[in-house]
């Protein structure tokens, strides 16, 4: 007999049985370890599973009447504790070794029925779900926070104008609003697409069994509802070993990023004295070491750079989910960087609302900027086909030779201090293709394409227009709230299931 069964047995699952000893310091120091950096994620939740799934057996009559106060006494007090008060030890094995190790000791009679019919994949399976629920209720206020920030800061700029801009060359005059309203958008579907994922982890495993179900009478609807799961996942394989929610979660946080890094890339050249249109507060800089003069947008890079690290591991995510089923493998990266991404996700975008809540925009610059260059030739093809025989190819060719020719002459046709499109410059242009207009002058040309004209002339749908962008910004509201009044809806669905269970579990106490 060896010292581990002499002494009584071990209290992690397997020793004193099929095994004879446990790991070996190098699965400890490896494998262990690794297991238990899913503590910060994964221990309050395991808490709530544990006490439900005790409160179901206790409430189907599947545990000794004698058991049922000590082992739910334990368990509560387990489900209280805070990660940093439990003695996590690595030799001990993953977060369910060591919290049945903590049960043995608190309760020796009682504990081992919290292991009943249930197999410790379930456990952390389930536990992960809550925790994946949780983190994804987070990133949708972050999302609507920053969501809210830029539709607000949209309000302030309905009539700002600035220059927009393609492969970082000046494009047509646009307005503040509108550019800042490009950004919304994509946060609204981020919001559907949280809720989709969602509805995948809100079904519950728990009394699943084993792989083929179970031969006890265990009430998966009871023990759903105290865990606060919307639905019950009908397959037990399926149910443990799911491979797509796992890459799912963690692309909703990896989209989540690249949309704030997309925003944060734009702010970064903005923020560049070349532009200056951008002005970061002080909270949201870092001053360089050796450069006095430096004031570096730290905020946006730190974003920038969580979104390619989720990137890497989103990739890494789903390599580990292509395994055969059955597996554990695939599990035991992604119980912590799955969690742990949508925390991220999260951070960054309520850290980008920050910044954008104290940055300032230098609307004199961008106004200034919006009125020089060539961003109204567009519109001046555009005019001058709805005003003549000639058609679009035929105008896009004369525009695009006044500006060849303003290039040439520079400063003479000031390009700038203001519109460079000058009647002459234009006739010279034209010579051999048309007449222009005979009500065209430079005083007619310089309001005709002044930004602001140019701006208010888009009043179509999703157009730069003041009217315009007010419409877009009310329907983005409208989603908005009602993101929002379903987040706070599951928000408060699940804490009221926790504390039906705790009342469950203490009534079972006295009960019996």
């Given at each position: 007999?060896?010292?581990?069964?002499?002494?009584?047995?071990?209290?992690?699952?397997?020793?004193?049985?099929?095994?004879?000893?446990?790991?070996?310091?190098?699965?400890?120091?490896?494998?262990?370890?690794?297991?238990?950096?899913?503590?910060?994620?994964?221990?309050?939740?395991?808490?709530?599973?544990?006490?439900?799934?005790?409160?179901?057996?206790?409430?189907?009559?599947?545990?000794?009447?004698?058991?049922?106060?000590?082992?739910?006494?334990?368990?509560?007090?387990?489900?209280?504790?805070?990660?940093?008060?439990?003695?996590?030890?690595?030799?001990?094995?993953?977060?369910?070794?060591?919290?049945?190790?903590?049960?043995?000791?608190?309760?020796?009679?009682?504990?081992?029925?919290?292991?009943?019919?249930?197999?410790?994949?379930?456990?952390?399976?389930?536990?992960?779900?809550?925790?994946?629920?949780?983190?994804?209720?987070?990133?949708?206020?972050?999302?609507?926070?920053?969501?809210?920030?830029?539709?607000?800061?949209?309000?302030?700029?309905?009539?700002?104008?600035?220059?927009?801009?393609?492969?970082?060359?000046?494009?047509?005059?646009?307005?503040?609003?509108?550019?800042?309203?490009?950004?919304?958008?994509?946060?609204?579907?981020?919001?559907?697409?949280?809720?989709?994922?969602?509805?995948?982890?809100?079904?519950?495993?728990?009394?699943?069994?084993?792989?083929?179900?179970?031969?006890?009478?265990?009430?998966?609807?009871?023990?759903?509802?105290?865990?606060?799961?919307?639905?019950?996942?009908?397959?037990?394989?399926?149910?443990?070993?799911?491979?797509?929610?796992?890459?799912?979660?963690?692309?909703?946080?990896?989209?989540?990023?690249?949309?704030?890094?997309?925003?944060?890339?734009?702010?970064?050249?903005?923020?560049?004295?070349?532009?200056?249109?951008?002005?970061?507060?002080?909270?949201?800089?870092?001053?360089?070491?050796?450069?006095?003069?430096?004031?570096?947008?730290?905020?946006?890079?730190?974003?920038?750079?969580?979104?390619?690290?989720?990137?890497?591991?989103?990739?890494?995510?789903?390599?580990?989910?292509?395994?055969?089923?059955?597996?554990?493998?695939?599990?035991?990266?992604?119980?912590?960087?799955?969690?742990?991404?949508?925390?991220?996700?999260?951070?960054?975008?309520?850290?980008?609302?920050?910044?954008?809540?104290?940055?300032?925009?230098?609307?004199?610059?961008?106004?200034?900027?919006?009125?020089?260059?060539?961003?109204?030739?567009?519109?001046?093809?555009?005019?001058?086909?709805?005003?003549?025989?000639?058609?679009?190819?035929?105008?896009?060719?004369?525009?695009?030779?006044?500006?060849?020719?303003?290039?040439?002459?520079?400063?003479?046709?000031?390009?700038?201090?203001?519109?460079?499109?000058?009647?002459?410059?234009?006739?010279?242009?034209?010579?051999?293709?048309?007449?222009?207009p005979s009500h065209w002058t430079d005083e007619w040309l310089a309001e005709t394409l002044h930004p602001s004209r140019i701006v208010e002339s888009r009043t179509g749908l999703g157009g730069a227009s003041e009217a315009s962008v007010l419409e877009m910004q009310k329907a983005f509201q409208v989603s908005l709230d009602a993101k929002a009044e379903w987040c706070s809806a599951r928000r408060s669905a699940l804490g009221t299931a926790r504390l039906a269970l705790r009342r469950k579990a203490r009534q079972l106490c006295r009960s019996t």
């Amino acid at each position: 007999m060896s010292s581990t069964e002499s002494k009584g047995g071990d209290n992690r699952p397997g020793i004193g049985g099929r095994l004879r000893e446990g790991a070996a310091q190098e699965v400890v120091d490896s494998a262990h370890v690794r297991e238990l950096a899913s503590v910060q994620w994964l221990h309050q939740p395991m808490g709530q599973v544990d006490l439900a799934y005790g409160t179901m057996l206790a409430d189907g009559g599947l545990l000794p009447s004698s058991v049922v106060p000590e082992l739910l006494g334990a368990l509560l007090e387990l489900e209280e504790m805070a990660s940093s008060d439990f003695p996590y030890r690595p030799e001990l094995g993953d977060l369910y070794s060591n919290r049945l190790d903590f049960l043995h000791r608190r309760a020796p009679q009682a504990a081992p029925w919290v292991s009943y019919g249930r197999p410790r994949r379930e456990a952390t399976t389930t536990a992960f779900l809550l925790a994946c629920r949780d983190g994804l209720l987070d990133l949708s206020e972050a999302t609507l926070e920053l969501a809210r920030t830029l539709l607000e800061a949209a309000r302030s700029h309905t009539r700002t104008s600035m220059p927009d801009y393609t492969y970082l060359q000046r494009a047509h005059p646009t307005s503040l609003a509108h550019y800042l309203s490009t950004f919304v958008g994509p946060l609204v579907r981020d919001l559907d697409r949280i809720q989709l994922a969602f509805d995948h982890v809100d079904q519950s495993p728990g009394g699943a069994g084993s792989t083929n179900g179970s031969r006890l009478p265990l009430n998966r609807q009871n023990l759903a509802q105290w865990l606060g799961f919307g639905a019950v996942h009908p397959h037990p394989r399926d149910a443990m070993w799911q491979a797509d929610t796992a890459i799912e979660v963690m692309a909703v946080a990896t989209t989540s990023l690249t949309h704030g890094s997309r925003l944060a890339e734009d702010l970064l050249v903005w923020a560049s004295e070349e532009f200056g249109y951008l002005h970061l507060a002080d909270a949201h800089s870092r001053a360089s070491v050796i450069m006095p003069h430096k004031k570096n947008p730290y905020s946006l890079t730190f974003v920038r750079g969580m979104a390619r690290q989720s990137i890497g591991e989103l990739a890494g995510v789903t390599a580990m989910q292509a395994t055969a089923t059955g597996q554990v493998d695939n599990r035991v990266g992604s119980y912590q960087m799955i969690p742990a991404g949508l925390e991220t996700a999260a951070r960054c975008c309520r850290l980008l609302a920050s910044t954008l809540a104290s940055a300032r925009f230098d609307t004199e610059i961008m106004e200034a900027r919006a009125a020089r260059g060539f961003g109204a030739a567009t519109d001046l093809a555009e005019i001058w086909v709805g005003e003549s025989e000639i058609d679009p190819r035929q105008a896009h060719r004369w525009v695009g030779r006044a500006v060849r020719l303003a290039k040439q002459r520079g400063s003479q046709h000031r390009l700038d201090s203001g519109n460079p499109f000058t009647l002459e410059l234009l006739r010279e242009a034209a010579e051999g293709i048309a007449e222009l207009p005979s009500h065209w002058t430079d005083e007619w040309l310089a309001e005709t394409l002044h930004p602001s004209r140019i701006v208010e002339s888009r009043t179509g749908l999703g157009g730069a227009s003041e009217a315009s962008v007010l419409e877009m910004q009310k329907a983005f509201q409208v989603s908005l709230d009602a993101k929002a009044e379903w987040c706070s809806a599951r928000r408060s669905a699940l804490g009221t299931a926790r504390l039906a269970l705790r009342r469950k579990a203490r009534q079972l106490c006295r009960s019996t």
